[in-house]
């Protein structure tokens, strides 16, 4: 992982795409549905009593990487959106 990965997200790029990127959710329901849950859970987290959970890191961080992880996700989605256009393009131009 790098210095940025770690300061960004908390984790590796790999580990997003591993973890979240190609889990069951991703696969059934498509990863703005994943996108979405992971803005679900940082709200949760924004209003999370400390004394009930168990949480250890400073929770703006931990909702500061969440946030970052849902806009990788979508900033992937949407460079594969761009990719298969310019892709169709090319093939009804050939």
Same mark, same amino acid.
């Not at 970052?68 to 093939?91: C, H, P, T, V």
């Given at each position: 992982? +790098? ?12 580990? *997003? ?13 498509? &990863?703005? #549905?994943?996108? #979405?849950? *992971? ?8 209003? #999370? ?6 949480? +250890? ?9 969440? &946030?970052? *992880?849902?806009?990788? *996700? ?7 959106? &761009? ?12």
């Amino acid at each position: 992982m +790098t210095e940025f990965e770690k300061q960004c997200y908390g984790m590796s790029e790999a580990d *997003i795409r591993e973890q979240y990127m190609n889990s069951l959710t991703a696969r059934y329901s498509g &990863l703005e #549905m994943v996108a #979405m849950g *992971i803005l679900s859970d940082a709200q949760e987290m924004l209003v #999370m009593d400390r004394r009930y959970t168990m949480q +250890t890191v400073d929770r703006s961080e931990a909702v500061r990487h969440q &946030l970052n *992880i849902a806009k990788f *996700i979508l900033s992937e989605i949407m460079d594969n959106r &761009l990719r298969a256009e310019l892709l169709a393009d090319e093939l009804t131009t050939e």
